[in-house]
């Protein structure tokens, strides 16, 4: 079966950086686009950015472009998400995804059929 597992989260101060990792299993990882999503208690579940399968194109979420920066080795099963100038808003649980599609532009959680557990980011202002 499919086994995303996120790593990397914990608590980092407002301005500071963390770098979420992604283990991918049961799946053939270099025939999936895969993304990253967030969602912090109360709020809607947000797409924060997506990678084609061949890492040749990228998506990101207005709020994260210039700051955020999503990655993959295929020859490890990985995804990443490295993350700079954290801001305390940005606290959440991540989650890592993986999909058939990409779609140009959005991040969109409807594109995405396999989902991990989830690492948690907190940001201390």
């Known amino acids: 079966q499919v086994q995303l597992v996120e790593s990397g989260g914990g608590l980092v101060q407002a301005g500071g950086s963390l770098r979420l990792s992604c283990t991918a299993s049961?799946?053939?990882?270099?025939?999936?686009?895969m993304g990253w999503f967030r969602q912090a208690p109360g709020k809607e579940r947000e797409g924060v950015s997506s990678i084609k399968w061949s890492g040749s194109r990228t998506n990101y979420a207005d709020s994260v472009k210039g700051r955020l920066v999503i990655s993959r080795d295929n020859a490890k099963n990985m995804l990443y998400l490295q993350m700079n100038s954290l801001k305390p808003a940005e606290a959440a649980m991540y989650y890592c995804?993986?999909?058939?599609?990409?779609?140009?532009?959005?991040?969109?959680?409807?594109?995405?059929?396999?989902w991990g557990q989830g690492t948690q980011v907190n940001v201390s202002s």
């Open positions: 049961g799946l053939t990882f270099d025939d999936y686009s």
């Open positions: 995804a993986g999909g058939s599609i990409l779609r140009s532009g959005a991040v969109l959680a409807a594109d995405f059929a396999y």
